[in-house]
């Protein structure tokens, strides 16, 4: 069983000041620094607008939340990938499961953003290029603090099942039963982390959403009518189906 004492170890009030001062400082640089290079006009009234600045500060938080949990939540993966190897499973029967859900969860995305581009459309320019660019760089963080979560998860779920097996051996033997119960709470409250880590990296999301959103329509670019909140909403209730298809099963 993996120890807690091993894999949080790393998470104190130094690594978390650290680690999240360095990634929310991230978005600082992408956005407020030398942006946009273009000095098209378009591009100086997204930059002036009042919602910019919360747009930038959303950005920041999940930069350093996912700054904060990155390292252990790989570790994290990494300790549950060897404990369902050394249960027999084969690695690459485990690694396939993982890279499918990976390629599941990209084209979903892409599916998302597909049907967005149809909804939303921005005229061609420097600037919207130079938009798109630093945006690949907040998906890309993005899925640097969900993927290990995810995979976390789907690791539990092996597992849960080797658990499911062990229970008619363990209850004549005190000893195993104890063992059985600690590695029970371990894995369900790993499992509880997992979901709280989720939820919060893909309902930030939206939020970011919303706030870009906002900005176009302080510079009236977009009106409520082709830019409506229920798209936004629509935008986050797709991530959280992603979640519970995840997760549900696994509890």
């Known amino acids: 069983m993996i120890k807690p004492s091993s894999t949080f170890k790393m998470i104190n009030p130094i690594y978390a000041l650290l680690s999240g001062v360095l990634g929310g400082a991230i978005p600082y640089f992408m956005y407020m620094r030398n942006f946009p290079v273009s000095m098209q006009p378009i591009g100086l009234q ?19 939340g996912i700054s904060v949990i990155a390292i252990p939540s790989w570790k994290v993966c990494h300790d549950l990938f060897s404990s369902v190897v050394k249960s027999g499973h084969k690695p690459w029967k485990v690694i396939g499961v993982l890279i499918t859900s990976t390629i599941m969860y990209v084209l ?41 979560v995810m995979f976390s998860i789907i690791l539990i779920s092996y597992l849960a099942g080797i658990l499911s097996a062990d229970i008619p051996f363990v209850n004549s033997d005190e000893k195993r ?24 990296i893909l309902s930030l999301n939206p939020i970011i959403t919303a706030a870009f959103a906002s900005i176009w329509k302080e510079i009236e670019a977009f009106t409520d009518e082709t830019f409506p909140s229920q798209a936004i909403i ?10 519970i298809l995840i997760y549900v099963p696994t509890y």
Do not use: H
Not at 47 to 57: G, R
Not at 234 to 243: E, N, P, S, V
């Open 46 to 64: 997204f930059t002036q607008a009042v919602s910019f600045f919360t747009w930038v500060f959303l950005i920041s938080v999940l930069f350093s």
């Open 108 to 148: 979903a995305l892409l599916a998302l953003f597909s049907m967005a581009e149809r909804v939303l459309t921005l005229p061609p320019s420097d600037f919207i290029n130079e938009l798109n660019d630093r945006f690949n760089v907040v998906y890309l963080y993005s899925a640097l603090g969900f993927l290990p």
């Open 177 to 200: 039963t104890v063992e059985f119960i600690e590695k029970y709470l371990y894995y369900r409250n790993i499992l509880q982390i997992c979901l709280v880590t989720s939820g919060t």
């Open 234 to 243: 629509i935008y986050g209730l797709i991530f959280t189906l992603m979640l």
